[in-house]
């Protein structure tokens, strides 16, 4: 399973590093991504990385704010997110996918990924 945590409540600009810790099985052959939803919206992608080879995408909206990173002994992927801004408001989740670690990284549909964090609060205040 997954584990998202480090939401919380920021004001405009500012920073939050969100977790997503593995257990019960080692992602060394997964992409994990991270996706978002806000009230009334669809989930959407946020970012992702191969655990493979370290590759990462982002979205448009996020990059040059959010950085992907990986911790291979604790098994975990981290999303630091600064500059942060009100539409980044959102549950922040974390996501699995099993079968394209080696494929170009892009965001995949939510069906691609096989295991899902609960999510994580994040409140932008303005």
């Known amino acids: 399973q997954l584990q998202a945590s480090g939401g919380g409540l920021v004001q405009a600009g500012g920073s939050l590093r969100l977790s997503c810790a593995a257990s019960g099985f080692t992602f060394d052959d997964y992409a994990i991504g991270w996706f978002r939803q806000a009230p009334g919206k669809e989930r959407e992608g946020v970012g992702c990385?191969?655990?493979?080879?370290?590759?990462?995408h982002y979205v448009d909206s996020v990059k040059g704010r959010f950085a992907i990173s990986t911790d291979n002994a604790k098994n975990t992927v981290y999303l630091q997110m600064n500059s942060l801004k009100p539409e980044d408001t959102a549950v922040y989740y974390c996501?699995?996918?099993?079968?394209?670690?080696?494929?170009?990284?892009?965001?995949?549909?939510?069906?691609?990924?096989?295991?899902w964090g609960q999510g994580t609060q994040v409140t932008v205040s303005s």
């Open positions: 990385t191969s655990i493979v080879d370290g590759r990462i």
């Open positions: 996501a699995a996918d099993p079968s394209n670690a080696r494929a170009p990284m892009i965001i995949r549909g939510v069906s691609v990924y096989g295991t």
